[in-house]
């Protein structure tokens, strides 16, 4: 069977491919959807994706494959909507369309996959939730697909998975979401305006665009723009939506 791994770019899905090749496991293909064009994410996702992609080659696996949506980036298409990503009024649908729907094309059009289907046999997914989470990791098993949740099923959580990582001589990679992801929190929103104001004025941009009515803005029951204009209100506060997992950084 083809067997192949959802790459996030962060933590998890990283240390479950070291630890694939480790326990002899085989995959075939590793895929990365990219909600923008290498720019919608950190820097610093893009450039660990990099670095990793070459250690893989290193130890005679597979590289990286980016996929993603044709036709707009999600970015474009809350501009053009003026709307804000899914996850900021309670959904996941941007995940779904500008993570998973892209993988799966490319896994339906891919041609050692097409040829397992004609032989009757199913395509393995694996993704990358770990030990700690074991709600997350439902059976979207289908006549095509069989899912997998290796870190779940080895008991692995998420200081193993760290520790994986560093023992393969790796630096543990940044907190893998959109750069406007609504689930981050004041205190990285605020670094992320120091450090990347590229993009914090992008996401203030799509925020100001959005036509809103039942929520204040990114951060659903507050509006980045007042994170940033109020710092000192928030500095030492645990003012904050509750975190409501965006399904792509693992």
Known sequence: MITVASYGGGTNSTAMIIESIKRKEKIDLILFADTGRRNSELPTTYAYIDKFDQWLKDHDMPGITWVRVKNESLEEDCLRRHALP?????????????????????????????????????????????????????DFSDKKFIVRYPLVEWGINQADCEAII?????????????????????????????????????????????????????????????????????????????????????
């Open 86 to 138: 899914a996850i900021a009024y309670g959904w996941k649908t941007c995940s779904l369309r500008f993570k998973a729907a892209p993988q799966e094309v490319f896994i339906n059009n891919y041609p050692p996959a097409q040829k397992e289907w004609r032989q009757g046999n199913k395509v393995v997914k694996l993704i990358g939730y770990h030990a700690d989470e074991p709600e997350r990791a439902k």
């Open 166 to 250: 560093k023992e393969a001589g790796l630096c543990v990679p940044v907190k893998s979401a959109c750069s406007f992801c609504p689930s981050r929190k004041p205190s990285e929103i605020r670094q992320m305006a120091e450090i990347y104001p590229e993009l914090m004025e992008r996401a203030l941009k799509m925020e100001a665009n959005a036509d809103l009515t039942a929520i204040k803005g990114l951060g659903r029951n507050f509006s980045w723009s007042d994170i940033l204009k109020q710092k000192e209100m928030y500095k030492n506060s645990d003012y904050s939506t509750p975190e409501i997992s965006c399904g792509c950084g693992f």
